[in-house]
């Protein structure tokens, strides 16, 4: 599952694609991204799976908080179909990450203690995530992301730069 671009424009003209990056520095980075992400769904009308995404993303956040080295960033990037969100952090274990969403989506329950953060996102999102190797916005390399995407159905941005 190769990960849509989060800094890149859409190569499609008539779907140009803008990013929001928040870094999550200070105490409790999943309540900066959860506030983040509930202003920026709800400006962009894409409110459908509001609630799923604010648990996924507290989690994924949560997860990198505790288990990778930071710089720790939430990416929100739109276009006039869809909104792709992704917690970046300064791991560089996509590949582990990315077989545990895939035995998750394909309904293998989690092993152990670890990975039922990742079973959930799974859950709730299967199909619509995965994981891979990206840059931090300070040009870390490797980092990690791990993403989600909703379909979206309002066709104008209104108030979202």
Known sequence: M???PLCKTSAAPDEPERTLVRCLDGPRPEHRARDVLV???????ATEEAFEAELAVNELV????QHAPPPYE???SWTD???TIAV????ADHDTVLKRLSRATAG???EGESGRGLQMVAGLFGGRCGAGTTATSTGLVPAKQIWIV??????????VR
């Open 2 to 4: 190769e990960a849509p």
């Open 39 to 45: 202003e920026v769904l709800g400006r962009l009308d």
């Open 62 to 65: 949560t997860n990198a908080h």
């Open 74 to 76: 939430l990416r929100i």
């Open 81 to 83: 179909t869809r909104v």
């Open 88 to 91: 970046v952090d300064g791991g």
């Open 108 to 110: 293998c329950p989690s």
């Open 150 to 159: 909703l379909p979206r159905k309002s066709r104008h941005p209104e108030g």
